[in-house]
């Protein structure tokens, strides 16, 4: 049966998603709900299917199809309206790539290896999808576009190309990117990992100055054990595709209850 | 070997010159057509665009050039009831749909060599296909096309030669034709335009090495002269970083 939509509904929920590549199942009847304006850190061992949860809310993976989700589930919902799949005739079918471009637009991501356009200079991987996806006019692209250049101490680059930046000016561009489209939904996957370790701090603080001056909600996923209990409500420990333990991040962090995640602690903490 | 003789025919060549290069670049521009369109075909993910394209390509990649030629100017005729008014088109069709098959190759290639990411990162800026392809793909496969194509361009100029076999008075059948005269040696004939051919080749190297600079430009890796006008251009890395870092805590307060 089909949830209405009300004002108490999580912005995010997935209900008993399956995500699986060929024979290997990643998520498996995985449920979870992610209230408005909610910080949430994603963490566990690698294949955990952290980054999947990610990818399926930014449309770059499908989800599994389950028989009958109406009643079977395997349907992600955001904002009270199913997103992986539609509604037809009063059923949920899964989403035609029209559906999902429509539905995407409040969903922003950061990637780990950043993905600049090289061939736009920094302004303009600003302000082309404003102008192309949000239909913005030119002067406005680039006015919000230096305001959050700004914001990311990079407005004096603004007509560099990408690979005349370094790896943390990258990312920073990036984050005013996925800004730019005034996402509801922010996802950023690991976005500090592929950085040198001592331009991961200038990352990390953008990202706190958007947490703190902001209301959307982020779902993180990251290696930054600092970081997820600054700025997360809520931390998610995941192994082999489903929650072992979820809780606040002080109390992930210093009073874990499950084996696996005190192991998973201890040996990222080792690093 | 008369030279004199060679030398008094050179103005002679002017007007075959104008056709081997009428041919040459009509050609190049309907090949790049041919490729461009092939090579998004066949680099499409829905099997209706891609099986007859990847058909197209074999079959042309498949055959000689030469029975293509002559297909084209003797059996379309007959068999299709088609009839080009100009010859000239006969052999810039040929060559063009033959060169812009291979060079569908070279497209997909580069289309199929722009990193995942990007189109991920497209995706989640909620482009469409065709903003992802106009946008994103093809302004980053361009640079990446030209010297192959160069290369193709410059077979294709050498190929040209092949249109003086269905009648078409370009400057190998010139030479072919003076040297056949009698008491004429065919050698001094041939010599000229060696060294024609050569220097065309040789121009559109040049251009096509222009080109690729600008396309490199275009996606930021211009040479180091270009680089100068930016005082912090050169100081990339790391050095870039921490000037900038500390303007952004300025900023940011």
């Known amino acids: ?271 | 070997m008369d030279w004199s003789t060679v030398i008094d025919s050179l103005p002679g060549y002017a007007e075959p010159l104008l056709v081997t290069i009428q041919v040459t670049v009509m050609a190049s521009a309907l090949a790049l057509v041919v490729a461009f369109a092939l090579g998004l075909a066949t680099s499409s993910k829905h099997l209706v665009v891609r099986t007859p394209a990847r058909a197209f390509v074999e079959l042309i990649r498949g055959s000689s050039v030469v029975v293509q030629l002559f297909w084209f100017a003797y059996a379309m005729p007959i068999l299709l009831g088609i009839q080009f008014n100009f010859q000239i088109l006969v052999g810039v069709i040929a060559l063009a749909l033959n060169y812009g098959a291979y060079s569908s190759e070279v497209v997909r290639g580069a289309i199929a060599a722009v990193p995942k990411g990007q189109l991920e990162a497209a995706t989640a800026l909620n482009f469409t296909t065709f903003q992802k392809m106009r946008l994103v793909v093809l302004p980053q496969a361009w640079p990446e096309m030209i010297p192959s194509l160069c290369s193709f361009a410059i077979m294709l100029l050498k190929a040209s030669a092949l249109v003086s076999m269905i009648g078409i008075a370009d400057i190998t059948f010139w030479a072919d034709t003076l040297g056949g005269r009698p008491g004429q040696s065919p050698l001094p004939h041939l010599t000229v335009i060696l060294v024609i051919y050569f220097v065309l080749a040789w121009l559109i190297w040049t251009g096509m090495r222009w080109l690729e600079n600008k396309a490199k430009q275009s996606v930021g890796v211009a040479k180091p002269r270009k680089l100068k006008a930016d005082p912090n251009a050169d100081a990339l890395g790391g050095v870039v970083e921490k000037s900038s870092t500390t303007q952004r805590r300025g900023g940011v307060k």
């Open chain 1, 1 to 271: 049966m089909l949830s209405p939509t009300t004002d108490t509904d999580p912005i995010i929920r997935f209900d008993r998603v399956n995500k699986s590549f060929g024979d290997l199942d990643v998520l498996k009847g995985l449920s979870f709900e992610i209230g408005a304006g909610e910080r949430v850190t994603l963490i566990g061992p690698s294949g955990s299917g952290k980054t999947t949860i990610l990818r399926l809310l930014m449309t770059l993976e499908l989800v599994t199809p389950v028989k009958d989700p109406d009643d079977n589930g395997g349907v992600i919902w955001v904002e009270g309206k199913p997103y992986s799949h539609m509604e037809k005739g009063g059923k949920l079918h899964v989403a035609s790539e029209r559906y999902l471009r429509q539905r995407r637009q409040k969903v922003g991501m950061v990637f780990q290896q950043f993905n600049l356009f090289p061939n736009m200079k920094v302004l303009r991987n600003v302000t082309e999808a404003q102008v192309h996806t949000l239909k913005r006019s030119k002067e406005e692209a680039e006015s919000k576009a230096r305001e959050l250049l700004d914001l990311v101490g990079l407005s004096d680059k603004v007509d560099n190309y990408p690979n005349q930046l370094s790896g943390g000016q990258q990312q920073r561009v990036a984050i005013a990117r996925a800004l730019a489209m005034d996402p509801d939904i922010l996802l950023l996957d690991e976005v500090t990992s592929a950085l040198d370790p001592e331009l991961v701090a200038d990352v990390l603080g953008v990202l706190r100055d958007v947490a703190d001056t902001t209301n959307i909600t982020m779902l993180i996923v990251t290696h930054e054990m600092g970081f997820a209990r600054d700025v997360s409500n809520r931390v998610m420990m995941f192994d082999q595709g489903v929650i072992v333990e979820e809780d606040t991040p002080d109390k992930i962090f210093s009073d874990p209850q499950e084996v696996r995640t005190q192991d998973f602690l201890r040996a990222v903490l080792a690093e």
